[in-house]
């Protein structure tokens, strides 16, 4: 065999010659081409090292460097504040940016700015430009100034504080005024706090930036391309005056910017400058016109700000403004003599005032107490330790309240009781809105039963194993009935609750001597097997209990596995629409634009009437012209969920599809802005319905024209047929229904809240009459319950994952709240396959 070579011609392209080698000149050849080779070998190990070491010392910096500068990028540092002037006359030209004296003003005052940093080595560094936005009486002039950091200094971003800024303008302002003539401006006040960057505006900037005056005639501006949406990256400004006695009110009544705040937001200021220390709120989201945005400043003079960067279109907003009186914003407190009365913080509902100060005596006559109670209470701000309210707060008899209360009942040692209420200069909220009464304490409740928080409630309440009262003062010293359990920390709960897998007692003691040891596990049918059996890949329980929520159980499929379109099982509890791909073909999260409420809602202190856009789903069917008879829910554009009795009746006419209207989005029966009403074309009730028993209570309503789905019509979410609705879960039931056994339909859509009850219980307490298509739900002790017309409406239970699902439909009960006698609901999960035949839904 032959050695070929190969050789290349640099000069007239590739040639190739072949030279046939004899064995002596194999024998040298190989002898010279180990040379070689070891010659270059050794080069190259050289070559590395000096290499490695040319990197080391040379280009392992500029390596970091460029691969830091991937991770991160250049941070521009904001502080924004304002400046008092003392020897400057205020000129009504100021006011116009575009003005000569306003320039000139700005320009001087720029400089001084300029020239304090730079005698500070580190902020000379840095150090990018000042801008003057604004003036107002005072004379008052605001600015911002700018930061640059490279990339490589990002370590130094700690350095660069408030603290650092302010320090080196204030020793500035110390030293001009030693040195200054009397031709010099003189600065005796200055601020500065960090501001976010995109906020940061030049008042000369042409896009998006605004000067209006206020006056008492309300007058409005909006967002950019409202109502189409607003473009992202807006960068827009608006500051608003008013004359000096008058401060400024402003209103939304249409808001909607996209809900991350992150990204997109509203911020106002009691200012002319973005400071944080003087920001009123900054919100995002949807408000519903029953709950506008209301905001009033503390002066003449107010900042709005809208950030976008989201390309996430939303309508944006409508403000009006307007002037009122500073007197009118200053107003609170006095003296409350009356027996009984009302009194707010200022403004309520609207955003109180930044800076107020208030006190309310309340005096009732000698020998009497008096009693307050708050119906709404909301002082949230940002970062704010609601144990200590250092800022915004309530004081009653020492004690300081904030945040957000659900219940708030205070009771005074003499007649007298003084509130007080503080606002500091940042961050306003809804306020509060109380009421007090004077009481006799050798009676405080007539016929009911005195809470220690001063709070009255049914005496029939008293020891039903409910914390009625909030403080438990109506748990305490119980002596249990014949059909209570006392439980260890003593309470008494019903004793049906004993062993129904269910901690009622909240210590644990109505569970410990069950039928299972602690070594044990108990199947869902309440078999006691060993734990081990719990996620050993096989299903030991009849219901495969054992391998529910188990990741290591692929392939088992149980009544809790949820069945994936191509047949697959995950064991997962409540798997559908909980963001989590968990089918290998996405089908758990297909189907899941619904149950979310667009508006944002406050929560009312104890109320039970329902806000506009609170429940989407809800749906009002009227028969004929008797006005409301049933409730339903929205599972999509043309169907409707309701219950099959409101149909089924002794009279045909029920089931005539053309007999019934429906109506979508409403609240009040008396007013129909903003309502959907729609014909129906066909009803269908369940085959296997039966009229003495209510099994299968559920029929579907298909609409003859579709909904068009808004900030108040929205479909709910139905849960698989594995969906797990846990006893003890709170939900809501909502209608138009009658307030009380026997009494009128409301006129107002209404909520309650209510526990789902152990089914084991649930089959006690109505003597066998529920099936496994039915569920309790509602409070042994009563009180709480479905009534009369809210027949067909939906039992709504809000998941971790965000969405609203509906687990039951409301189908017939003993009377209305009483005692033992829960609700019985129509159980969505096992008709869930027959609503997706008849709907496709």
Known sequence: MHS?????DGHNGRHERIDFLTSKEKSSSKRSTGIVIGVVVALLILAAVAAFLIWLFVFKDADSEATLSKQHSPSAQVFSGHMTLDNVPYDQKLENTKSKEFKDLGVKLEAILEENYKKDPFLAKYYTTSVVTAFSEGVIAYYWSQFDIPVEDLEILPELSEERVLEALENGIKQQRILASRKDIKISEITASFTDPRMARNPRAKECFYCLEAEETAK???SPGYPRGYPPRSRCQWQIRASENNAIF?????????????DDFVSIYDSLSPDDSQAITEKCGQRPPSNPLEVVSSGNIMLINLITDSVVQRSGFIAVFKAIPKSQVKTCGGVLSNNEGIFTSPLHPSFYPPAMDCKWTIKVPTGKK??????????KEPGVDIRVCHKDYVEVMGTKYCGEMSSLALTSSTNVLEVTFHSDESYTDKGFRAEYRAYDPSNPCPGKFACASGICVGKELKCDGWNDCGDMSDEMKCQCDNDQFACENGLCKPRLWVCDRVNDCGDGSDEKKCSCEDN????????????????DNKKDCEDG???????????ICSDFSFKCENNECVNKVNAECDRVNDCSDDSDEAGCNCGTRPYKLNRIVGGQNAELGE???????????????CGASIISERWLLSAAHCFVTSDPMNHVASNWQTYSGMQDQYKQDGVQRSPVKRIISHPDYNQMTFDYDIALLELSEPLTFTNTIQPICLPSSTHVFPAGMSCWVTGWGALREGGQKAQLLQKASVK????????????????SRMLCCGFLAGGVDACQGDSGGPLACFEESGKWFQAGIVSWGEGCARRNKPGVYTRVTKLREWIKKETGV
Not at 4 to 8: L, N, Q, S
Not at 520 to 535: A, F, K, S, T, Y
Request: hydrophobic fraction near 35%; glycine fraction near 6%; charge should be negative.
């Open 756 to 771: 789902i009850i152990n089914d084991t219980v649930c089959n006690t307490v109505t003597e066998g009459q529920v099936t």
């Open 250 to 262: 402003v209103s939304f009544p249409f808001f909607h910017i996209e809900d991350d705040c992150s």
């Open 520 to 535: 044990e596990w108990r199947c869902g049918n309440g078999v006691c097997l060993p734990q081990d059996v719990v996620c």
């Open 220 to 222: 409005n501006f909006s």
């Open 615 to 629: 429940w989407p789903w809800q749906v009002s069917l009227h028969f004929q012209t008797y006005g409301h008879v």
């Open 4 to 8: 070929v070579r190969y050789e290349y």
């Open 370 to 379: 008096v009693r307050v109670k708050f119906t709404v209470f909301r002082m």
């Open 545 to 555: 209990s054992d391998e529910a929520s188990c990741k290591t159980s692929p392939g």
